[in-house]
């Protein structure tokens, strides 16, 4: 009993068989997965896979339709308001408040976790030096940058110091640089025993942060796994890449399709590098003026799975 | 479907919104707000009704001798109030939570911590409500300096008018949790506000109405704010304003309890 109870504390979240329906539409359709204490999990898919959805389930942003959803070991259909009070929410638009300041915005987001004036004060100043964002601390929103507003959301995220924090497309829209700077901070976070839960459809941001990640398309889950495990089992160690005429990609398809796992994009023929095989047996099959070989990567395991053709 | 939407009215009129600490947040942010604009708000909750009370008052007012035993401009000091309550709270309660609903997405950001969607919506109304009686207030202190309120009574007529902002208030929010554009407002503006702050007793008494009409006028609440305010200003008070006063706050209990019901539904889908 006891043993039992230490384990299931360790989850986070536990989501069973969600579904959200829009009218007549479907937007999730029956995803399970746990996340557990301290960890990073990734929900991973294309535009309108129901990413966005199923976060807006979990932290009380749009109503369940049907399943079971743990969050924190409270049911999350009676209990959101008392989830809500112990997470850190950081939504894919900022929503940050135009009429006020920088300062102000932490301040009065801090007013509804019921932080007293002079520890939110502190708090939100603490903060904006950890964003650096000290210097705007006393400008509108309307004046900063795209970066500084995804930081001073991250900043608002953690007013109340939560132990689980929700990430929807923490870096879209950012420069590299920014980009960056949000990883290291995510992955301190990390560090500090906060577990993390985000969205994403870039594949380098999951395979720099994510433990754990489940790929969704069209309201379902296809993969599940640690990022290398899926790579692995999906697609291999490496790729080889061919560039082809458009009429020899069935011959060459017919040649290897018993031996290789393959994907074919547009004029491109990928071949993928599993098991006891090596990158030279691959090259040896096609011929090709423009061969590219690289190491394997969520990428292709993405593309692999949702396939290739655009599908929103 | 008929029949699925009389229920689900019902249903809406019936649903109480549960409410703790995160109403007073609500009101803290608005309040906030409005302290930084403070100066523009106030001079025009001044200006506005100032500017009537010059045309119709003194203006127009040379022409009538007397009213009800009183001047034109003593006559319609207290229409004054009620109208700039009652604009107020329309375009407070419809504009400016729209705005925060829609375009700022202000709401959404703040069902993401532990208040709830009922705290906010309730949070809004009673912001509102505040916003209007301080222009329903500052109205009466401009009158009273000029002396055409009589400072006899004055405290009841201000709890009716607090009712009134209270009734518009929830009218205007639960219009901004149905609208689907600005333009809902317009027409709401042009059809239901602008003819009640003429012809419910402000400007000239209701005796003046044909019949009809002035069973139509019976239906409006700003009636029955004109009613019991001039009332407890000029008249005798007898029981009657019970009347208005129940009625009044049957009317901004059903039109709260319908914009929550709407307001949550369209925050949390």
Known sequence: MTTNQGAEKAKVIEATNLVKNYGDRRAVDGISFTVHAGECFGLLGPNGAGKTTTFKMIYGSAQITSGELFVLGLNAKSHIQKIKSSIGVVPQENGLDPDFTALENLQIYANYFGIAEKAARDRAMELLSMMQLEDYAEKSIDTLSGGMKRRLTLARALISKPKLIFLDEPTTGLDPQARIWIWDELRSLQKQGTTLFLTTHYMEEAEELCDRLIIVNKGRTVAEGRPQELIESYVGREVVEFEIGPKEVEYFVSKIKDRFAYQVMRNRLKLFVRGQQTTRDAINEVSSQNVTMRKASLNDVFLKISGYELND | ?269
């Open chain 2, 1 to 269: 479907m008929t029949n699925s939407f009389v229920k689900g009215f019902i249903a809406d009129l019936f649903y109480f919104p549960k409410i703790g600490r995160g109403v007073h947040c609500i009101w803290q942010r608005n309040f906030l707000y409005f302290r930084q604009t403070i100066f523009t708000s106030i001079t025009w909750i001044f200006v506005e009704p100032l500017l009537y009370l010059f045309a119709l008052g003194y203006g127009l007012g040379r022409y009538v001798n007397q009213v009800e035993g009183l001047s034109y401009a003593e006559f319609i000091a207290p229409s004054m109030m009620a109208t700039s309550g009652m604009f107020v709270a329309f375009f407070e309660g419809t504009y400016g939570t729209y705005t925060k609903l829609t375009r700022q997405n202000t709401y959404q950001t703040v069902i993401l911590t532990p208040v709830s969607p009922d705290e906010v919506l309730i949070g809004e109304i009673l912001w509102v409500t505040t916003k209007a009686f301080i222009s329903v207030l500052s109205v009466a202190i401009v009158l009273t300096l000029m002396g055409l309120l009589p400072l006899a009574g004055i405290i009841p007529a201000l709890g009716v008018l607090f009712l009134m902002c209270w009734v518009f208030a929830s009218i205007g929010v639960w219009l901004a949790s149905l609208a689907k554009s600005y333009e809902w407002f317009t027409y709401s503006q042009s059809g239901f506000i602008m003819p009640m702050s003429l012809f419910c007793g402000t400007y000239f008494p209701l005796s003046q109405l044909p019949k009809y009409l002035k069973y139509f006028s019976n239906i409006l609440p700003l009636t029955h704010v004109m009613m019991s305010v001039r009332m407890f200003l000029h008249g005798e008070v007898t029981s009657m304003f019970l009347i208005n006063i129940i009625y009044l706050i049957a009317l901004g209990a059903i039109f709260t309890n319908l914009a929550a019901a709407r307001f949550v539904r369209r925050l949390v889908f």
